[in-house]
């Protein structure tokens, strides 16, 4: 089991109805469980923090962001990181110190996108500095519930304008979801994902082999939205409760 965070188990600092006692049902029927979110404003602790102050209890090794695997993909490949991410998330890349030359990191850096941090971001990628994103999601479901920006829009104007093409380590990459799945003993076939994304969690999922990816109508699910990308949900369900009744009785077929 792949469960998303944000509008899947919580809207900002809320937990969904019923998503609590839904992941507490599928620990007790033995399914193990990864969190995979794309969230780039917070680090690794403060999630899994946030996670326990809703009442789920998350193993550091169950939760993986795309800041982590780039904080990986940095030390794999020797490169310093130029950040232009939210400054809460500035912390889990210090002291990286590549050797290699040097990386544009791209996040969701809310307020502090401005044309002066990504005019510098675009002059490390005219330089010759790698492009990596943490993710390339369009949208997401802000504090105030409605939709915002989120970091695809910005990756978008420097690949436009660097013509360079990033390396995406979130979802919807098949090695983000296979990262995933690596210490679970699962094989992909096996696995299913659960998201309020249509592209980034159910396609993508689907796109990487997984053998199940549920759509829910909870966080920034809009109607429609499960008919807008290839492959389509296997399933279009209300809410993370009504996900688990779906797997709990379809989990002999998966």
């Given at each position: ?65 795309p800041a982590r695997a780039a904080v990986e ?182």
């Open positions: 089991m792949l469960l998303d965070l944000l509008g899947v188990v919580y809207n900002g600092d809320t937990p969904i109805a019923g998503a609590v006692s839904a992941i507490e049902r599928l620990r007790y029927a033995g399914l193990p469980l990864r969190f995979v979110s794309n969230t780039t404003r917070s680090p690794h602790k403060a999630i899994i923090a946030q996670l326990a102050a809703f009442g789920v209890e998350v193993g550091e090794e169950e939760l993986l962001t993909w940095l030390r794999r490949h020797g490169r310093a990181p130029h950040l232009l991410v939210h400054p809460n998330l500035e912390p889990e890349f210090s002291g990286l110190d590549g050797a290699n030359g040097r990386a544009v990191i791209v996040g969701d850096a809310g307020e502090a996108f401005d044309h002066a941090r990504l005019n510098r971001a675009f002059r490390e990628l005219v330089a010759g500095a790698d492009f990596v994103a943490l993710a390339t999601n369009r949208t997401f479901k802000d504090a105030d519930g409605l939709l915002s920006l989120d970091t695809g829009a910005f990756v978008a104007a420097l690949e436009f304008a660097s013509g360079r093409s990033p390396v995406v380590l979130g979802k919807p990459s098949p090695d983000f979801f296979l990262s995933a799945l690596a210490n679970m003993n699962c094989s992909a076939a096996d696995a299913v994902m659960v998201g309020d994304d249509a592209e980034s969690d159910v396609a993508g999922a689907l796109r990487a082999g997984l053998g199940a990816a549920l759509l829910v109508r909870t966080g920034k699910y809009r109607p429609d939205d499960e008919t807008r990308f290839n492959p389509a949900p296997t399933a279009l369900v209300d809410d993370l409760a009504a996900a688990t009744d779906w797997i709990l009785t379809n989990r002999a077929v998966v």
